[in-house]
């Protein structure tokens, strides 16, 4: 588990990073986020993990870490618009309740001794739901279904956070430190960066503060 923090941590220092590197460059945010370059930044994460997952076992121990890495810098460039909008006290706050609420769920998660699993159908409806609906207001733009999304989509990766951390210990204690062990420790990084990435971003609806409105 140490080790999949800690590449999930790495992860996000990589989006952190280039994140803060588009936002504060205008000859990077500016050819990007206005012009129709932004729809390859806003889908690009989503094509990449569609991707991830349907060449994972066809990948080597190597091959898989560096496509974490590189997800993460494709994430990165999405989440630089986050930078532009929202001022830098609600992002650290949002930040900061996000990080709260996901270490909980995992350490309840990896703790607890109910078997999560049967959650599993369920939640994965709830992401399908919530992804999908996401995609459908990036044109709908409404302020009501947005809302909507963000209460149901905190309440599944919240969820999936838990889920995801015991089934990460229910791999490790299956395959061990084996080369496929190792792999699916990447995907468990992956899977809980996502979560805590996700919750964030939709937290953002109710505690983010846009410069205009500072």
């Given amino acids: 588990m140490l080790g999949i923090y800690r590449n999930m941590s790495l992860a996000l220092l990589v989006s ?4 803060w590197l588009v936002a ?14 932004k729809w390859v930044a806003i889908l690009a994460p989503l094509a990449f993990v569609l991707v991830f997952s349907f060449r994972f076992e066809k990948m080597t ?24 909008v929202f001022t830098g006290a609600s992002i650290v706050m949002t930040l900061l309740v996000a990080a709260i609420t996901f270490f909980a ?40 279904l947005q809302l909507i ?27 061990g430190a084996t080369d496929h062990g190792e792999k699916l420790a990447v995907m468990s990084a992956l899977s809980l960066y996502l979560n805590l990435v996700n919750i964030f ?5 109710f505690f983010g503060q846009r410069v205009e409105e500072a």
């Avoid at 995992?106 to 992804?131: E, K, P």
């Avoid at 838990?162 to 791999?171: E, S, V």
């Avoid at 971003?201 to 609806?205: E, F, K, M, S, V």
Wanted: glycine content about 8%; aromatic content about 12%.
């Fill in 16 to 19: 952190a990073s280039v994140a």
């Fill in 24 to 37: 504060s460059t205008p000859a990077l945010y500016q050819p990007i986020f206005g012009t129709p370059l």
């Fill in 61 to 84: 121990l190597a091959g898989a870490r560096i496509a974490l890495f590189a997800f993460a810098g494709v994430m990165g460039i999405s989440l630089a618009s986050i930078l532009l």
């Fill in 105 to 144: 769920m995992s350490l309840w998660g990896y703790t607890t001794r109910a078997d999560l699993t049967r959650y599993s159908t369920f939640l994965i409806m709830g992401l399908v739901g919530v992804v999908l609906a996401s995609l459908a207001n990036l044109f709908l733009q409404s302020g009501t």
């Fill in 149 to 175: 999304v963000s209460i149901i989509g905190v309440l599944v990766f919240t969820g999936l956070t838990a889920w995801d951390t015991q089934r990460a210990k229910n791999d490790y204690l299956t395959y």
């Fill in 201 to 205: 971003q939709l937290l953002l609806t």
